[in-house]
């Protein structure tokens, strides 16, 4: 007797899914191909999503493949993490007016639309678990995060066909989503056909998965078989063997801090580009900075926050010039911030293992690479 | 009409909302460096203590890190002196009496100079670093009995960029020993020249028991603290007031991170123990 409860959906169930959620007030984003990459965007419809798309990554290397199996979720991560939806890059702040010498503060309202998003990998559920931590459990939580993040329902889905630069199986956050969803699916194409177990993973999950066996009509939605459970069990443990990198982080906090002047930072340093390339493509990576924005005649004026990325110049600009004048410095410091220092300050890694900082490095910097090289000595 | 943002304890704008402050008066320290003297618009103080630091704006301009310069816990103006080096210092050089500021905090650890109870308190500064020890200082003056000898080692590039001069005769009235050198003499200069550190030998304190507070360049703090050490404090005495770019106050924005600390929720007050080995490694 299994004690999980369990549906499988046909792709017409899947669309139901969409339908259920959609009148419950949900805005659903899930992957969609754009430009030759999977994106998320608003999706009403199955018709939407990648079908039989997959991908190829490698360092600074995307490619989108036809998989000839018609799988929506049969691709690994794009770019695009879901920190865009819940933590804008650019975001006001406040608005002021000056009238002679008196000023009028507005704070800025917040804007927490209804989303659910569907087919967030365990990496990406690691990485809102991380968010949660850094933006909301703080002294002065970051209140506009927090109203977008209860406003959130999440879709997870097994990863089926890990990319080339994963190594989340190394980070202990995957492929399998373990927690923090409402419903989560496996993906299954066989030849029983193309189907989805869905299970829930909350209460609000749960009522969703009711309204969907009331829903259907046809046999769009079915009770699990064994077979079924069996299937979606082996999906993840044969993905978790197929990691593309891997990275060794025993004792890794300790290696970073003694290794601060170790000569293959010297070496990233001749190929980084400081381009932050991999600072925006990170899901966890969560640094900012304030713009002042003024019309003309300075009377109207408006602060917005703004991502920001620790490998500009003017990141840790001081009167008379930057903490971190070269490369050498803020390739380190992201790196012993997202694998050390960040476990001293919150708890855990900063890194995830999504591989899109390889992906995206358009100078195939890897950072599995770099510190297999610090720790194996290499110069 | 003057409106002021509500539950400023949350992000957005919450706590990024400043509060608003409007200049009552004015003193030009030197060339370069002024100190404003701010009143809350809505009449209630900031309360701080000692070595904390807000985060000022010049409205349409941007927002800096400024460490508060007045006496904590004593009623009068909100003081922030300033050093005119960028374009919202600049921005608030140019401010007029009567013209509105932003301020946000206060932000960050203070002195905790009573620590230095019943022990003699050195303070070392170098440059603009005396205007955030000032209020330490202050708070020992208010409760000088309960304090041993009390010195004050300060260094400055030249005689023209010497802080709070009327001031600093007032201590030594009040038998703080004031040590000052310049690092370039001018004509007229009949005082010491050389590096702060050359005064750490010749000041008269007990090093076994003494608070060491140091705020200045962190090459002259790096090097104070060592020279601290040498004589006999202890790294848990003395202290040191670190400088990062900072974009929040409150630990989110990530700029002013040193390795695993956030300055602005960590420090910027830190025993050098705390980060005597962080502060040799360049571009940390």
């Given at each position: 007797?299994?004690?999980?409860?369990?549906?499988?959906l046909?792709?017409?169930?899947?669309?139901?899914?969409?339908?259920v959620l959609?009148?419950?007030?949900?805005?659903?984003?899930?992957?969609?191909?754009?430009?030759?990459?999977v994106?998320?965007?608003?999706?009403e419809?199955?018709?939407?999503?990648p079908?039989?798309?997959?991908?190829?990554?490698?360092?600074?290397?995307y490619?989108?493949?036809?998989?000839?199996?018609?799988a929506?979720?049969?691709?690994?991560?794009?770019?695009q993490?879901?920190?865009?939806?819940?933590?804008?890059?650019?975001?006001l702040?406040?608005s002021?007016?000056?009238t002679?010498?008196?000023?009028?503060?507005?704070?800025?309202?917040v804007?927490?639309?209804?989303?659910?998003l569907?087919?967030?990998?365990?990496?990406?559920?690691h990485?809102?678990?991380?968010?949660?931590?850094?933006?909301?459990?703080?002294?002065v939580?970051?209140?506009a995060?927090?109203?977008?993040?209860?406003?959130?329902?999440?879709?997870?889905?097994?990863?089926?066909?890990?990319?080339?630069?994963c190594?989340?199986?190394?980070?202990?956050?995957?492929?399998?989503?373990?927690k923090?969803?409402?419903l989560?699916l496996?993906?299954?194409?066989?030849?029983?056909?193309?189907?989805?177990?869905?299970?829930p993973?909350?209460?609000?999950?749960?009522h969703?998965?009711?309204?969907l066996?009331?829903?259907?009509?046809g046999?769009?939605?079915?009770?699990?078989?064994?077979t079924?459970?069996?299937?979606?069990?082996?999906?993840?443990?044969?993905?978790?063997?197929r990691m593309?990198?891997?990275l060794?982080?025993?004792?890794l906090?300790?290696?970073?801090?003694?290794?601060?002047?170790?000569?293959?930072?010297?070496?990233?340093?001749?190929?980084?580009?400081?381009?932050?390339?991999c600072?925006?493509?990170?899901?966890t990576?969560?640094?900012?900075?304030?713009?002042d924005?003024?019309?003309?005649?300075?009377?109207?004026?408006?602060?917005?926050?703004?991502?920001?990325?620790?490998?500009?110049?003017?990141?840790?600009?001081?009167?008379?010039?930057?903490?971190r004048?070269s490369?050498?410095?803020?390739?380190?410091?992201?790196?012993?911030?997202?694998?050390?220092?960040?476990?001293?300050?919150?708890?855990?890694?900063?890194?995830?293992?999504c591989?899109?900082?390889?992906t995206?490095?358009?100078?195939?910097?890897d950072?599995?690479?770099?510190?297999?090289?610090?720790?194996?000595g290499?110069? | 009409?003057?409106r002021?943002?509500?539950?400023?304890?949350?992000?957005?704008?919450g706590?990024?909302?400043?509060?608003?402050?409007?200049?009552a008066?004015?003193?030009?320290?030197?060339?370069?460096?002024?100190?404003?003297?701010?009143?809350?618009?809505?009449?209630?103080p900031?309360?701080?203590?000692?070595?904390?630091?807000?985060?000022?704006?010049?409205?349409?301009i941007?927002e800096?890190?400024?460490?508060?310069s007045?006496?904590?816990?004593?009623?009068?103006?909100?003081?922030?002196?300033?050093?005119?080096?960028g374009?919202?210092?600049?921005?608030?050089?140019?401010?007029?009496?009567?013209?509105?500021?932003g301020?946000?905090?206060?932000?960050?650890?203070?002195?905790?100079?009573?620590?230095?109870?019943?022990?003699?308190?050195?303070?070392?500064?170098?440059?603009?670093?005396?205007?955030?020890?000032?209020?330490?200082?202050?708070?020992?003056?208010?409760?000088?009995?309960?304090?041993?000898?009390?010195v004050l080692l300060?260094?400055?590039?030249t005689?023209?960029?010497?802080?709070?001069t009327?001031?600093?005769?007032?201590?030594?009235?009040?038998?703080v020993?004031?040590?000052?050198?310049?690092?370039?003499?001018?004509?007229?200069?009949?005082?010491?020249?050389?590096?702060?550190?050359?005064?750490?030998?010749?000041?008269g304190?007990?090093?076994?028991?003494a608070?060491?507070?140091?705020c200045?360049?962190e090459?002259?703090?790096?090097?104070t603290?060592?020279?601290?050490?040498?004589?006999?404090?202890?790294?848990?005495?003395?202290?040191?007031s670190?400088?990062?770019?900072?974009?929040?106050g409150?630990?989110?924005?990530g700029?002013?991170q040193?390795?695993?600390?956030f300055?602005?929720?960590?420090?910027?007050?830190?025993?050098?123990?705390?980060?005597?080995?962080?502060?040799?490694?360049?571009?940390?």
């Amino acid at each position: 007797m299994d004690d999980i409860r369990g549906m499988v959906l046909l792709l017409p169930g899947l669309q139901l899914l969409i339908d259920v959620l959609r009148e419950s007030g949900w805005t659903v984003r899930g992957p969609t191909v754009r430009d030759g990459v999977v994106v998320h965007a608003e999706i009403e419809s199955v018709d939407q999503l990648p079908a039989g798309v997959g991908d190829l990554q490698d360092g600074a290397s995307y490619r989108l493949r036809e998989r000839g199996d018609g799988a929506v979720f049969g691709y690994v991560v794009g770019p695009q993490g879901w920190k865009s939806l819940l933590f804008p890059s650019r975001e006001l702040l406040w608005s002021g007016h000056r009238t002679g010498t008196e000023v009028d503060v507005e704070p800025a309202d917040v804007d927490a639309p209804r989303l659910a998003l569907l087919g967030v990998r365990s990496c990406d559920l690691h990485a809102l678990e991380i968010h949660d931590t850094v933006l909301a459990k703080r002294a002065v939580p970051d209140a506009a995060y927090l109203s977008r993040r209860e406003n959130t329902f999440i879709i997870a889905v097994t990863c089926s066909d890990p990319g080339g630069t994963c190594f989340c199986v190394s980070m202990g956050t995957g492929p399998v989503p373990d927690k923090d969803f409402d419903l989560t699916l496996t993906e299954l194409v066989d030849q029983e056909g193309h189907r989805f177990l869905v299970q829930p993973g909350s209460d609000r999950g749960e009522h969703v998965l009711d309204e969907l066996m009331t829903r259907a009509v046809g046999d769009e939605v079915l009770n699990a078989a064994r077979t079924d459970r069996c299937a979606a069990a082996l999906v993840g443990s044969k993905a978790a063997q197929r990691m593309g990198r891997s990275l060794d982080t025993d004792g890794l906090r300790d290696l970073l801090y003694a290794n601060a002047e170790h000569p293959r930072w010297d070496d990233v340093a001749s190929r980084c580009l400081a381009c932050t390339n991999c600072t925006l493509v990170c899901p966890t990576c969560f640094c900012t900075s304030v713009e002042d924005v003024s019309d003309l005649s300075g009377t109207q004026t408006e602060r917005w926050r703004v991502w920001d990325s620790c490998f500009t110049n003017d990141f840790s600009y001081l009167h008379g010039g930057s903490v971190r004048p070269s490369v050498r410095s803020r390739y380190r410091q992201w790196a012993t911030h997202k694998l050390a220092s960040w476990v001293d300050q919150f708890g855990t890694s900063g890194c995830v293992g999504c591989g899109r900082c390889i992906t995206w490095c358009p100078a195939a910097i890897d950072i599995t690479a770099e510190v297999g090289a610090i720790r194996s000595g290499e110069g | 009409m003057l409106r002021q943002a509500e539950g400023r304890h949350m992000l957005p704008g919450g706590a990024m909302v400043p509060r608003l402050f409007r200049l009552a008066d004015r003193r030009q320290d030197t060339a370069d460096t002024f100190t404003m003297m701010l009143e809350p618009t809505d009449g209630v103080p900031l309360e701080f203590i000692p070595g904390q630091f807000t985060m000022m704006s010049a409205f349409g301009i941007g927002e800096v890190p400024i460490s508060v310069s007045s006496p904590a816990k004593v009623e009068g103006p909100l003081q922030h002196t300033v050093r005119d080096v960028g374009s919202v210092t600049h921005a608030l050089a140019r401010t007029q009496i009567g013209d509105v500021v932003g301020i946000r905090g206060p932000y960050g650890t203070g002195w905790d100079v009573e620590d230095g109870a019943g022990a003699d308190v050195v303070l070392v500064a170098g440059g603009i670093g005396l205007a955030p020890l000032r209020p330490a200082m202050l708070d020992v003056l208010r409760h000088r009995q309960r304090y041993g000898r009390v010195v004050l080692l300060y260094g400055t590039r030249t005689p023209e960029d010497l802080l709070f001069t009327d001031e600093l005769k007032r201590w030594e009235n009040l038998g703080v020993e004031v040590l000052v050198t310049v690092d370039y003499g001018t004509p007229s200069w009949t005082g010491r020249v050389g590096l702060v550190t050359t005064l750490i030998a010749r000041a008269g304190f007990d090093p076994r028991s003494a608070l060491a507070l140091v705020c200045g360049p962190e090459v002259m703090m790096r090097f104070t603290a060592m020279a601290l050490i040498k004589r006999g404090l202890s790294p848990d005495r003395v202290r040191v007031s670190l400088e990062r770019n900072m974009r929040c106050g409150v630990g989110l924005c990530g700029h002013c991170q040193y390795r695993e600390l956030f300055v602005c929720l960590d420090g910027p007050v830190l025993p050098y123990a705390r980060v005597a080995g962080l502060i040799g490694v360049r571009e940390l």
